[in-house]
Structures are given as C-alpha cells and as structure tokens.
C-alpha cells in the first residue's frame, strides 16, 4: 500500500495551489506505528516555512519554520484522510512562505510530510491561508 499525499494551500487574495508532497521516512514510521496502535501521536500541527531547499525522505524539519498551528479539523472518508489548518492576518507576517510540513506536536515532534511550494506567498497582513492536506491510502 502507497500513501501518497497533496497540499492545496487557498489564499484568501483567491490564489489557489496544489501539489504533491514526500512523506518523510518518520511519517511512514509514525503511520505504521498508529496502524499498530504503538504510539498515539497523531498528526497535529501544520507548519509553514521560507526554506526553498527540496526534500527528501530523511528530513525531519522545515528549512526555515516561522509558524506552527494546530489542525482545526480532520477527517477520513473511501481511503483518504485529509487534515485542515489555517494562518490568520496576524500570523507569519513580513515573510515568504515556500514551505510546508505536517507534525505530530506543536514544537519539534515528528515531520510526516513536507512540500516546497511551486508558488510562493508574501504572508501579509491582508492574507490569510487555508492549507488543506491529503492523505490517499491505494494499492502500490
């Protein structure tokens, strides 16, 4: 079974992006440990960052993390989990955001996913962001 994941970061100025992400080797750890009920960490918190450097499998971390907020609200329907959480106005303002990466704490903890945006967004005090993650569960 392959567990691929999609980021779709809304702007409220109504830029919309979507892409893939990687899921980190301590995603599929932290996955394969919830399945068999051996940790209850669960993806908590989504990150946003100004690194530019793509990932890969081994990262723990944003590049440049500037702001961590809780998932406002998680769902799973037909074999897909999909986690929601949102940057206000007064939120990570002054930097570009470029990155984005999905943890199971609000400091440190465990990076499940991560993505360098094909686009950025100069995170201002008129903008707000929606980042909706997808995770779809399907045979390899």
């Known amino acids: ?12 100025d109504g830029r919309v992006f979507e892409q893939d992400n990687i899921v980190t080797n301590g995603g599929r750890d932290r996955i394969a440990a919830l399945i068999a009920q051996d940790t209850t960490s669960f993806p908590s ?3 946003i960052g100004t690194g530019s450097t793509a990932f890969v499998v081994t990262d723990t971390t944003l590049d440049t993390e500037v ?9 799973a329907s ?4 999909t986690f929601k959480a949102f940057f206000d ?7 570009t955001i470029a990155e984005v990466g999905i943890f199971d704490a609000a400091a440190a903890g465990t ?4 993505a360098v945006l094909a686009s950025t ?4 005090s008129s903008v707000t962001l929606t980042i909706t993650w997808t995770w779809t ?4």
């Open 67 to 75: 702001d961590r907020n809780a998932i406002a609200s998680s769902t």
């Open 89 to 95: 106005k007064n939120e990570a303002n002054g930097n």
């Open 1 to 12: 079974m392959n567990i691929k994941g999609r980021v779709r970061i809304e702007v409220s």
């Open 137 to 140: 569960f399907a045979d390899a």
């Open 121 to 124: 967004v100069a995170k201002t």
């Open 111 to 114: 990076m499940l996913c991560a």
């Open 78 to 81: 037909s074999g897909a989990t």
């Open 45 to 47: 918190h989504i990150a």
